[in-house]
């Protein structure tokens, strides 16, 4: 039988993801606790080609399309990504809602998958809030791919904040929780790469894994660069399967509450004091002879860009 869909839309397999396209009818979510930090989030894909194994995202309702309301099993998490093909014009069509407001990418994608190198959707919405320019961003991601938009990224100035997602310091735990997204060491030098470059950075250690060493943890995140770091304990769903692969690993510590806030003040004993109010008009009068960026040395690049490919 003939398929209706239009080419762009036809559902296809890509490395053993099922990528079905998709034309959404909204992009911006509204999020009304002011307590997140943001007015609206934004995805420019559904689904999520990482699959960590806690993620909550997985449990909640994905209709197959065309499936006439059936829903996809949370067991396909991580299987499938449903590229919204038509994010940026939508976000365009809304842009007026965005006058002085945050924006979050993403709240249950990452938008830096390796697919965002083919459909570029990521970037085709940053560049609609670029040009908002009373908008920021909050880029939250696993991906070393971000550093493909760091031309764009540097456009935003002081608007936009990448936050990398770095829940322990070991591969190993990694590649049992989080068996697509990239390597815990390509994300400390994406992260830092970034930094260097001038783009505002942060850590997140969320949702908190097994770290082995943690004053060593909290010391790579300011040498890497980031300008906050902060760690959010795992929560559970009922029955949650994700038990039973902490259990299996000796990892139940990390549902300890004491773990967390261990964690949290190794981070902000770590991490650069905010100036005071005094040092900050001290400084104002110093910024013409602020020393020049320090970009990473050869080597660092190397490496980083074999983590790239
Ligand atoms: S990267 Fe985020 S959205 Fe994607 S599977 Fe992991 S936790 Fe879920």
Excluded at 32 to 49: H, M, Q, T, V
Excluded at 195 to 220: C, N
Aim: with cysteine; hydrophobic share 40%; proline share 10%.
């Amino acid at each position: 039988m003939t398929s209706l869909l239009a080419p762009d839309l036809q559902p296809r397999m890509l490395g053993g993801l099922e990528i079905e396209p998709e034309e959404a009818r909204s992009i911006l979510r509204p999020q009304k606790d002011e307590r997140y930090g943001f007015g609206f989030s934004l995805n420019p894909y559904r689904g999520c080609a990482h699959g960590c194994r806690y993620c909550y995202v997985r449990e909640y309702p994905h209709p197959l399309r065309g499936g006439e309301g059936a829903l996809r099993p949370p067991e396909t998490w991580g299987a499938w990504v449903s590229p919204k093909l038509n994010a940026p014009a939508l976000l365009w069509a809304h842009r007026h809602r965005l006058h002085e407001q945050t924006v979050f990418l993403a709240s249950s994608t990452d938008p830096y998958m390796p697919l965002e190198r083919e459909f570029r959707l990521t970037r085709k919405c940053l560049e609609v809030l670029r040009d908002c320019p009373t908008t920021r961003v909050l880029l939250h991601t696993r991906s070393p791919l971000v550093l493909q938009d760091l031309d764009l990224l540097l456009q935003f100035g002081p608007r936009l904040t990448v936050g990398f997602s770095i829940p322990t310091d070991d591969d190993t735990v990694r590649q049992v929780t989080e068996p697509g997204a990239p390597s815990i060491p390509s994300r400390w030098l994406a992260m830092e790469r970034l930094a260097r470059a001038g783009v505002a950075v942060s850590l997140s250690a969320a949702p908190l894994m097994a770290i082995r060493d943690i004053p060593a943890f909290a010391r790579r995140a300011r040498e890497s660069g980031a300008r906050s770091a902060w760690a959010g304990r795992l929560r559970l769903l009922n029955q949650d399967p994700f038990y039973q692969v902490l259990a299996e690993h000796g990892w139940l510590f990390i549902l300890q509450p004491d773990y967390g806030e261990r964690v949290n003040a190794a981070l902000a004993e770590a991490m650069p004091r905010p100036p005071s109010r005094r040092r900050r008009e001290h400084l104002k009068g110093k910024a013409a002879v602020a020393p020049p960026l320090q970009l990473p040395d050869a080597r660092q690049l190397a490496l980083f860009q074999g983590d790239l490919a």
